[in-house]
């Protein structure tokens, strides 16, 4: 780059207030700092500067002294006068995108890394994890699947594997619609948008609702994965304990108190408790959440999967002032690698939604939502429900009965009705993670309670996953535990005494 | 409810200051505002209260009169004093939720609708759409999915369909680090993650780095969803306009004096105008941008659909600061409802991503991810690149020479080397929105310019897919848009006189 050209067309004033050698060492720092002179260029030789620009050699000697000391140029004794490189000088590599320092910050919550931890790690060829909600692979409906897209895809409408709505593939929204309708939930397809999985809905809701300090109504405990949803959107949680009976007259408190903008339930089969809400409280905490214009978002993977009655209609059936939200997944039913959930709500909820989730995926995978729909209109779900639910009754009761045997000392629990979860307290003031680090060395995993409360709580009470693994599994399982509670009272690490009168089994 | 009980505990005392009826109407008042007595109970009698109470009957009258003078009691005539119910005085309807008032509000932009119009109304059934960036679904290669499914689901790990990594199923991520490899770009598995659709990839990044206020620099015209999406994020974007040379220095300016937080690229096959950043242009830019510890986003959704030379690397490719963030998709090669996209980045941006992506969806269908990798693994992707790059250059010619010979009065463009689109000006000073509602008429549309840019600029050009149809389709939809033209010039409804000496086409 021959600068002199740069500089040639530079004119001085020697009528300014300001000395020539400033002038001109002003306007060379300017194209510095302008990057118009690069760093490492070789500046002209005083004397022809001086030539060039009509001035004094003191002039030019002088500009560059002050830019030295300015450190925007470096003499090399020799060689002549080189815009400096601070990149040079700071080493002689050239330092990358400090890329963590760009993002903006993300809290982490002690336990907000379990939930992908479960994820990244589902089942471990060893070890027996009774950790993830994951259902059964070997009864994943695949082969249902498969006839599908052998016997289905001539007729498939390929324009359908293109882009579609946003809110998802028409037939599919008709045909949940009509599920729906059957179930007592009063909707037309406007009502159901297809989400990837019901996660999305979560996240969405959130979005759309809720805004830094804004106070959310959940369980205690609850679902780990809307706990961390709502407290990464900033969101001031307020819990409602589990108890035999909806606590009511604490929920009006809060709505008095806080003005909460939703109320997030798990009303059937609820994880991680596997409780159920009788009818008659669902009526009156609709009632009241009518009063108060509270929106609820009902969220219901687990009620297609009872073990014994039917369980009661759900909010979304009750519902009369078009205040719920409700989300369902076929995750939990057929299988997670599905990623489709929808959600049922009023129209202008759908609406906003529909725009929010363009922006984030632009519509859900559409080569699924045509299967599922195949396989719900060609009546496949009955038959894989009642399968699935023999299935599961059998683990849930040998869950339930070979912990009693083994672990009914260590822990207790009352047997769910529906669901994937056996919930437990432990009896003996033993610390469900520490428990946990023993049980991993023993080959066994599951959650531990303290990832299901948005406050530190928990520590005494884990989850037990019944639906992934077969009877034999489950029964090694549960004798591993039994194990590790066994080891942490010999090493000593179970702190307190017997105390099961003043310890409340979850009920 | 016997509101009796409820009072019958109530101590008034005869020696405070206030006077006992004030007490009295004081504490009800209380009990109503915090719901303990609902609206529309009956309240005692007067005469039962005063001697539940031990008080006078005047205290009791006084209470009462107290209250319905503030509005919380109703005394009606004969039947007794009733707590108000504000619901009931407002009309005999119980108001539901107000939902459209309870969301975040949300700002459109003229333009921010279409991308989903596009997205909604892919294919009419009648008319033509030269708009949406939709392969021909007819070249979707649907048999060789099918037959994955049928040969290769007994070989599925089944637990791959449950829950798997937010990062992706990770023979997918492996697969594609090898093709990425092969085209240039140093990575390996953990550089990769998988999205559900390559606009995710744009809405992690924009969470994760972008605050409002932050600066993007885009090119002008650019990818709607890209403008849509920082903008939705409250970004402001600084635009570089589309020229023969990329507009080097104006990009160090804005460097220099907006500090911007990200560079979005789309230097191959842009969309809209199809234009390719030459590779020494590449290089300078990376040399800047490295410089200045720029973030680059390049997005490279066309780069597979040459039909001449194959282009330059990839700005990843070239990349030697790891500054580079590289999104590619299987939309346009394979098919839109794949919903299967990737980002190629450096790890700590992986990872971070991940986190944000575990909120918004878990992770990506995971049964298109498998169908994908096989896909891939087994070869098939040569084949068919070879196969859709014979057809759509066929398709390309025959629109750029129909376009010229039927509306080459009417429009100037240069055609493209690639991708999907042939971006044109129209001559003579017409509206392309204008001429969309013509032309709409006539059964034939395309999106107007002025979709592509952040200002309001481009109301002269517009975009034409030849991707989407076959040929015959296309000349009957390049008739259709000639006559919109004469209609339009008919009409009256075209502005100006023939100017095109002074109207730059789009070069």
Redo the contacts between chains.
């Keep these: 780059m021959d600068i002199s050209k740069y500089l040639a067309g530079t004119k001085l004033n020697p009528l300014a207030k300001e000395p020539l050698y400033l002038q001109l060492a002003n306007l060379i720092e300017v194209k510095i700092?302008?990057?118009e002179i690069q760093p490492g260029t070789k500046l002209p030789p005083e004397r022809e500067l001086a030539s060039l620009l009509d001035v004094s050699r003191t002039t030019t000697i002088n500009a560059y002294r002050h830019l030295e000391h300015r450190g925007f140029v470096k003499t090399r004794v020799g060689s002549g006068t080189y815009v400096s490189d601070p990149?040079a000088e700071m080493g002689s590599e050239?330092?990358?995108?400090?890329?963590?320092q760009?993002?903006?910050p993300?809290n982490q919550s002690p336990f907000s890394s379990i939930?992908?931890e479960?994820?990244?790690n589902?089942?471990g060829l060893e070890s027996i994890s009774l950790g993830?909600g994951?259902?059964d692979?070997?009864l994943?409906p695949?082969k249902i699947?498969?006839s599908l897209?052998?016997s289905e895809?001539n007729a498939?409408n390929?324009?359908?594997?293109?882009?579609?709505?946003?809110e998802g593939y028409t037939p599919l929204r008709q045909t949940l619609a009509v599920y729906l309708r059957n179930k007592g939930i009063n909707v037309t397809a406007e009502n159901v948008m297809i989400l990837?999985?019901a996660?999305?809905g979560l996240?969405l809701i959130t979005?759309?609702?809720?805004?830094p300090g804004d106070y959310v109504v959940v369980e205690s405990p609850t679902y780990i994965?809307a706990i961390?949803?709502f407290q990464?959107a900033g969101a001031r949680l307020l819990t409602l304990p589990c108890s035999e009976h909806f606590p009511l007259a604490l929920l009006?408190?809060y709505l008095?108190r806080y003005r909460p903008?939703l109320l997030y339930l798990i009303p059937t089969f609820k994880n991680p408790s596997g409780r159920v809400i009788p009818e008659h409280q669902r009526r009156e905490l609709l009632q009241l959440a009518?009063?108060h214009?509270l929106?609820i978002l009902e969220d219901d993977p687990y009620s297609e999967l009872y073990y014994q009655d039917a369980p009661p209609p759900s909010l979304k059936a009750l519902d009369n002032?078009?205040?719920v939200a409700y989300l369902g997944t076929f995750s939990k039913i057929l299988?997670?690698?599905?990623?489709t959930g929808f959600i049922a709500a009023?129209p202008?909820?759908i609406n906003?939604l529909?725009?929010?989730k363009?922006?984030?995926?632009?519509?859900?995978?559409?080569?699924?939502q045509?299967?599922v729909q195949l396989f719900l209109e060609q009546g496949n779900l009955s038959d894989h429900l009642a399968m699935v639910r023999k299935e599961y009754k059998k683990r849930r009761d040998t869950l339930v009965r070979v912990t009693q045997r083994l672990c009914g000392d260590n822990l207790t629990f009352l047997p769910p009705q529906g669901g994937f979860y056996l919930w437990c307290r432990l009896t003996k003031n033993t610390s469900s993670t520490k428990l946990l680090h023993e049980a991993t060395k023993n080959g066994i995993s599951f959650v531990p309670g303290q990832a299901f409360y948005p406050t530190l709580e928990g520590d005494q009470e884990l989850r037990l996953c019944f639906a992934t693994h077969d009877e034999t599994v489950l029964i090694e399982g549960v004798k591993r535990l039994a194990k590790s509670f066994s080891q942490i009272h010999k090493k000593g690490k179970y702190t307190g005494s017997a105390i099961s009168s003043s310890v409340h089994p979850i009920i």
């Design positions: 700092k302008n990057h990149l050239r330092p990358g995108i400090p890329w963590p760009l993002f903006i993300y939930l992908r479960l994820v990244a589902p089942l993830t994951m259902p692979p070997k994943y695949l699947f498969q897209m052998e895809l498939l390929l324009a359908d594997l293109g882009y579609i709505p946003t990837s999985g996660q999305q996240y979005k759309t609702i809720l805004v994965g961390q949803q990464n009006e408190d008095i903008k009518a009063r214009r929106v002032y078009d205040g299988f997670p690698g599905l990623r009023n202008s909820l906003r529909a725009l929010e363009q922006y984030v995926d632009l519509h859900s995978n559409n080569l699924t045509w299967l």
